[in-house]
């Protein structure tokens, strides 16, 4: 399998953290690679870095993003955005290396995912036609 990094798709996490206030979420300590060759089915995966590996290295929590090529290349652009909004959806509260599922007490996450891509398109609407109006005057 090939991997290489993926730095337009760190882009879109910095964007979604950013626009969707997604506080909790450091995008620094988010890592994005595309990988080629994988016989998953996946259009994304999210890996993260266990409590006993950060206190064993003394490094701070982290995740990595994996897109597979395969299918994450085909996907338009709303698509990729969404894809993303679902991995970063199973990053706990406290940003401690472990993952959420995608069900739990009160919580589905594609639910929950579907319900953030729609604020992120609506604010991303409202951002462009407040730059246009700016430009207008």
């Not at 969404?82 to 639910?111: Q, T, Y």
Request: glycine letters at 2%; hydrophobic letters at 35%.
């Amino acid at each position: 399998m090939e991997w290489e990094e993926a730095k337009e798709v760190k882009s879109e996490v910095k964007k979604i953290v950013k626009t969707l206030e997604l506080t909790h979420i450091k995008p620094s300590r988010i890592f994005c690679f595309r990988t080629r060759g994988s016989t998953s089915r996946s259009y994304a995966r999210i890996w993260s870095f266990p409590k006993i590996f950060q206190r064993a290295l003394n490094v701070d929590s982290a995740y990595v993003i994996e897109v597979l090529s395969k299918h994450y290349d085909k996907l338009n652009q709303d698509q990729k955005t969404m894809v993303i909004i679902h991995e970063l959806m199973h990053i706990p509260k406290n940003f401690s290396g472990a993952l959420l599922p995608h069900r739990g007490r009160n919580r589905h996450l594609e639910k929950d995912a579907r319900r953030l891509f729609s604020e992120y398109k609506k604010f991303s609407e409202f951002k462009k036609f407040s730059e246009f109006k700016k430009k207008s005057l």
